[in-house]
């Protein structure tokens, strides 16, 4: 793979790379938010402007107290140092657009709910939206950079878009720079990535601007670690990282049902193949299901990608890792009813954790969404308890999970908590859906007190000490173990 130097190096740039001064970013969201946060930070010469149609959002981004949208590790204090000094949050879209040099597209791609490809497509009508933008009120040339993650070939659209809206002597080079930050750990991921991925069309203006974006992460960013490559490489590369982490996982948790059923132990498996270095210790972590926004979510583009150029079987790969996936979440609640003697109507379920990872509020696509709706359809009361996630959250999520159901309707069988102790309190079974640190700190013994008796514990996450909570007298079961000997 050539580093962006060799490529300089090895190719004449006859158009000058602009230098960037002024940066903005459509979309205060996961994605835009920290990242370009970091980008002010690392570079306090460029003024980097986040814009966002949702004024609740930007507000929030710019609350004197920092209580931001999103809760993530150091982002805090990135924000505070940063902004008010070249880092400003708006909803002056138009604004941030007209004074860029480079324009950050970070807008949501949800999967499409209707229409062609309902299900299975990326939606890409924010990402349009946002580029028509651009192309309507730009008044001097930009450098457009895909941010979101798309499918592949998307930079194409976009460009069409704007050479055919474009005003007389704006220019508009396209470029593809796919965020792999992982949520939880964004922060340490932006300071410090294994790479940073930018896509260019292999003109001479193409190299350019993939030189002009180059030097803004050459602030803090080894050149080694920029790799470039071509628009739709990069584009697919994406797709094709998440698509891999999300195998690896589908993996190992389709070996715990394997583990389960044998009496064998998954974490001693995964830590005896992680042991090999070609496939390596990360990623091989049991649990309960995946979840965020992204991973099924770019499987199932994936998969409609490789449908839409007819390539089936290629498609039926990609769309079982997402089918092991949610067998996995089926399996696990299967396994709480099955052990609380088949039935856990009119009993009372703790869970604990929300997020779909740990150190994050984010709760897309959690596991825990899918558990809560299986005990609520076999009639438990379910009590939640998560440190970060907003409880109005929680309940949108419930919603959305049993439509049929009225919000009334669900909370007289969900309860939300406020401590791990209290979700426990008079409860069958506490069952561990998030690997909140917080959950192995808290006093087992109090819970065990505090619960009806047998106690059960079911850990989706490996997080526990079973045999600890053992002696103290709760039946437990660990996803990827089984009891047989
Ligand atoms: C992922 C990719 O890691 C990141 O590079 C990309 O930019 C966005 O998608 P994210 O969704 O934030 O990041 O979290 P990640 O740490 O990848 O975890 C995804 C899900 O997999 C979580 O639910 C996590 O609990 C689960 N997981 C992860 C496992 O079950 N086992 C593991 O070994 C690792
Ligand atoms: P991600 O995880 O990809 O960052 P989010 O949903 O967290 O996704 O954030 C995307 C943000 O993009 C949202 O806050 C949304 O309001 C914003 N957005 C979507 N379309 C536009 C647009 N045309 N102009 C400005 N902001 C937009």
């Known amino acids: 793979m050539e580093s962006i130097t060799e490529r300089f190096k090895n190719q004449a740039i006859s158009a000058t790379p602009v230098a960037v001064r002024k940066i903005c970013c459509i979309g205060a969201g996961y994605v835009g938010g920290p990242t370009c946060a970091v980008i ?55 604004k941030g657009i007209r004074e860029a040099d480079l324009i950050f597209v970070s807008v949501n791609t949800p999967t499409k709910k209707s229409g062609v490809g309902a299900g299975f497509a990326a939606d890409l009508n924010y990402v349009e939206l946002a580029t028509r933008r651009i192309a309507a009120v730009a008044t001097s040339s930009k450098i457009v950079v ?42 340490k991921d932006l ?26 992460y050459g602030n803090w960013v080894p050149q080694d670690r920029v790799l470039t490559v071509g628009l739709w490489s990069s584009e697919l590369s ?30 001693e498996v995964a830590f005896a193949v992680g ?27 994936l998969v409609y990608l490789s449908e839409s150029l007819h390539l089936p079987e290629v498609a039926a790969y990609w769309r079982q890792v997402v089918e092991m996936n949610e067998y ?29 990872k740990a150190d994050t509020g984010d709760t897309r696509e959690s596991a ?42 669900i909370k007289k069988q969900v309860t939300i908590c406020p401590s791990a102790m209290d979700a426990c309190k008079n409860a069958e079974a506490v069952v ?12 087992w013994e109090a819970i065990y007190a505090g619960m009806n008796k047998p106690a059960f514990v079911f850990d989706g996450r490996l997080l526990v000490d079973a045999e600890k909570l053992r002696k103290i007298g709760f039946q437990v079961t660990t996803i990827g173990r089984g009891e047989r000997l």
């Open 40 to 94: 002010a930070l690392k570079c306090p010469h460029i003024q980097v402007t986040i814009v966002d149609l949702n004024q609740s959002r930007v507000d929030a981004w710019n609350s004197p107290d920092f209580k931001l949208p999103i809760y993530e590790p150091g982002l805090e204090d990135v924000v505070r140092q940063a902004r008010g000094k070249n880092l400003f949050f708006s909803t002056d879209v138009d």
């Open 238 to 267: 994406k797709l094709a990282a998440n698509a891999m982490l999300a195998q690896r996982i589908s993996s190992i948790n389709a070996l715990s049902a394997i583990c389960e059923a044998t009496g064998a132990n998954i974490d």
């Open 146 to 187: 895909e941010k979101s993650t798309v499918p592949c070939r998307t930079a194409e659209s976009m460009r069409t878009i704007l050479e055919a809206n474009s005003k007389n002597g704006c220019r508009f080079d396209i470029l593809s720079n796919p965020e792999f930050l992982a949520e939880g750990t964004a922060i």
């Open 328 to 356: 996995q979440k089926r399996r696990f609640s299967k396994r709480v009813v099955d052990t609380l003697f088949n039935t856990i109507t009119g009993k009372r379920i703790a869970v604990l954790g929300f997020a779909f």
């Open 432 to 443: 561990i859906a998030t690997e909140w640190k917080e959950f192995n700190n808290v006093d």
């Open 275 to 301: 042991k090999d270095s070609r496939v390596g210790p990360k990623f091989l972590k049991a649990s309960v299901g995946f979840g965020g926004s992204c991973f099924q979510k770019d499987i199932l583009n």
């Open 368 to 409: 825990s969404i899918s558990l809560i709706r299986d005990f609520q359809s076999e009639k438990a009361y379910v009590n939640v308890y998560d440190p970060q996630v907003e409880h109005s959250q929680i309940w949108m999520d419930l919603s959305e999970a049993s439509p049929s159901m009225s919000l009334d309707q």
């Open 191 to 216: 300071f410090s990535p294994d790479r940073v991925l930018i896509g260019s069309l292999q003109t001479p203006e193409g190299i350019s601007a993939c030189k002009s974006l180059a030097d803004v």
